[in-house]
C-alpha cells in the first residue's frame, strides 16, 4: 500500500513538503531555545520521560504520571529509550516522521470515505499546512502519537464496514484501545464506533444492501460487538489496575483534572488565578474530611471529582454555559506551542494571531466544515455526513472539558474536518467553474 501511495506523484509531493516543513520549522526551533527545549517543551514532556524511566527500571516513583495520562505514551518512549537512548533528537525525529504520514492517512481517510480523489489531495493538502500539526510534531507529546493511531483506526474501521470482516474488526478494536490508553481523549472511542455502525445499517438498509441477504443482517451488530469487546479490553484493563491501585475507577486522572478546571473556571468566570483556589479548597476540604495531611494520587482523584460533582451540581446553567463557549473556543482557537518554540517570531505572531481573531478569520474554518455537512447532506451522503460529525462533534465536547490547551484535543477531528472544508472548497471551485463557463459563453454570442 505504501509503494502504491509513493507513486502518487501529488501525494507524494505532499508528504516532501509536509517534511520539510516540519524540519525547516524544527531548524528554528532548535536554534532559538535549544534542541532540549524543545524536546521537554511542556511539564508533561517531562512526566512521559520520567513514566517511561520508571517503566524500564521497574520502580514506582513516577507511578503518579502512568495514573495521570496513562502507560500508552510513556510505553512509546520506553521503547525508544531503550533502543537508542535519550536522544531527544531522535525522539523528535520520530515524531516528525509520525506527523508527515499522518498526511497519508488524512488523504486515506478521505479517499476512502469519499472516493474521491480531488477532495482526498485537498483534505491532505490542508494537513500538510496544519499549523496545529506542525507545531505538535516537535515535543515530546502524546498528540503526534495519537493522531497517527486514530487514523489507523478510522482506517480500520472503513475497512471493517465495508468487508463485514472479524479480522479488520478485532484489528480496529485493538487500535482503538491502545490509542486510548495514549491519551484519555480516546476512551470514548467505542461509543463514536457506536453511533457510525448505526449509521452505517440505517444507510445500508435503506439501500437494500443488507436486507436482500438475510444471513448477512446480523453481521454488522456481531463486528461491532467484537469491536468493542477488543477496544475496551485494554481500556477496561487499566482501568481495573487502576482502581485495584489507586482505588480510584479511572482510565486516567486527567480526565477529572479537565473536569475539575473547567467546572471551577465556570464559577469564577473564566478568573486564572481564582479557579485554582477552589480547586485548593476542594482539597483542602477533602483532607480535613478524612483527616489526612496529605493525598494519594487516588485520593486527589476522589477530592477533584467529589469537589467538582457538588459544586457542578450547584451551579449547572453557569458551568454548561461555560462549556458551551469553551466549545467554540477550543474549536476556532490554534495552538501556542510555537510562541516557546520560536519566540524570536512572537512579535509577529502574535499580532497576527491578534489580528486573526479581531476580524473572525479564526472562524473560516468552522465555517468551511459546517458548509461540508450541509453540501453533504444536499448530496444525501448520509453516512459520511455522520461519519465525519460525530468525530468532530466528539473532540468539540470533550475538548471543552481541558481548558487552556487551544486545538490541541480538538486536533484529531482533523481527519473529519479536512475532509469537510475540502469538500466545500471543491464546491466552491466546481461551481466557479460552472457559472464562469456560462458568463463566458453568454459573451461569446
Given amino acids: 500500500m505504501l509503494r502504491g501511495l509513493w507513486k502518487n506523484s501529488t501525494l507524494r509531493n505532499l508528504l516532501l513538503l509536509g517534511f520539510f516543513l516540519r524540519l525547516f520549522f524544527l531548524y528554528e526551533a532548535v536554534h532559538q531555545v535549544g534542541l532540549e527545549d524543545v524536546a521537554l517543551i511542556s511539564s508533561d514532556s517531562r512526566w512521559y520521560v520520567n513514566s517511561a524511566e520508571s517503566i524500564i527500571n521497574s520502580d514506582i516513583s513516577f507511578e503518579k504520571g502512568l495514573f495521570t495520562f496513562g502507560p500508552g505514551y510513556a510505553m512509546f518512549i520506553a521503547i525508544g529509550l531503550l533502543i537508542w537512548g535519550k536522544t531527544y533528537l531522535l525522539f523528535i525525529l520520530s515524531n516528525v516522521l509520525l506527523s508527515t504520514l499522518s498526511i497519508a492517512l488524512v488523504y486515506l481517510f478521505a479517499i476512502w470515505l469519499t472516493g474521491n480523489r480531488s477532495v482526498a489531495l485537498l483534505a491532505g493538502l490542508l494537513n500538510t499546512i496544519s499549523y496545529t500539526s506542525i507545531t505538535l510534531s516537535l515535543p515530546i507529546l502524546s498528540d503526534t502519537l495519537f493522531f497517527s493511531l486514530f ?25 482503538v484501545g491502545i490509542s486510548a490508553l495514549c491519551r484519555a481523549i480516546g476512551q470514548g472511542w467505542p461509543f463514536m464506533i457506536i453511533l457510525i455502525y448505526g449509521s452505517f445499517v440505517w444507510t445500508s438498509r435503506k439501500k437494500s444492501q443488507l436486507s436482500q441477504d438475510p444471513g448477512q443482517r446480523w453481521r454488522p451488530m456481531r463486528c461491532l460487538v467484537i469491536t468493542l469487546i477488543v477496544s475496551l479490553i485494554p481500556i477496561g484493563i487499566w482501568t481495573v489496575r487502576n482502581y485495584s491501585k489507586h482505588d480510584a ?8 483534572q479537565g473536569f475539575a478546571k473547567t467546572v471551577a473556571l465556570a464559577v469564577t468566570d473564566g478568573n486564572s488565578t481564582q479557579y485554582r483556589e477552589i480547586i485548593s479548597d476542594w482539597i483542602v476540604f477533602y483532607r480535613e474530611k478524612t483527616g489526612k495531611e496529605s493525598l494519594t494520587s487516588g485520593e486527589q482523584y476522589a477530592a477533584l471529582k467529589t469537589g467538582a460533582l457538588d459544586t457542578f451540581n450547584k451551579n449547572r446553567i453557569q458551568v454548561l454555559s461555560f462549556w458551551a463557549k469553551q466549545i467554540l473556543n477550543n474549536v476556532t482557537d490554534i495552538s501556542y506551542f510555537h510562541r516557546s518554540l520560536v519566540p524570536e517570531f512572537n512579535s509577529v505572531t502574535i499580532k497576527t494571531e491578534e489580528w486573526i481573531k479581531k476580524y473572525r478569520f479564526n472562524y473560516i474554518s468552522l465555517v468551511l466544515c459546517l458548509a461540508g455537512l450541509a453540501i453533504l447532506l444536499a448530496q444525501r451522503q448520509y453516512f459520511i455526513t455522520t461519519f465525519t460529525f460525530t468525530i468532530c462533534a466528539y473532540f468539540a465536547l470533550l475538548g471543552a472539558l481541558t481548558p487552556f490547551q487551544g486545538s490541541r484535543v480538538y486536533y484529531p477531528s482533523q481527519y473529519a474536518s479536512a475532509l469537510l472544508a475540502a469538500t466545500t472548497l471543491l464546491w466552491l471551485f466546481n461551481n466557479a467553474r460552472h457559472y464562469w463557463k456560462k458568463l463566458h459563453i453568454r459573451f461569446r454570442r
Fill in 249 to 256: 475507577f479511572t482510565l486516567s486522572l486527567s480526565g477529572v
Fill in 151 to 175: 487514523g489507523t483506526g478510522l482506517l480500520f474501521l472503513i475497512r471493517s464496514l465495508d468487508t463485514l470482516s472479524y479480522r479488520d474488526s478485532i484489528l480496529t478494536g485493538a487500535v
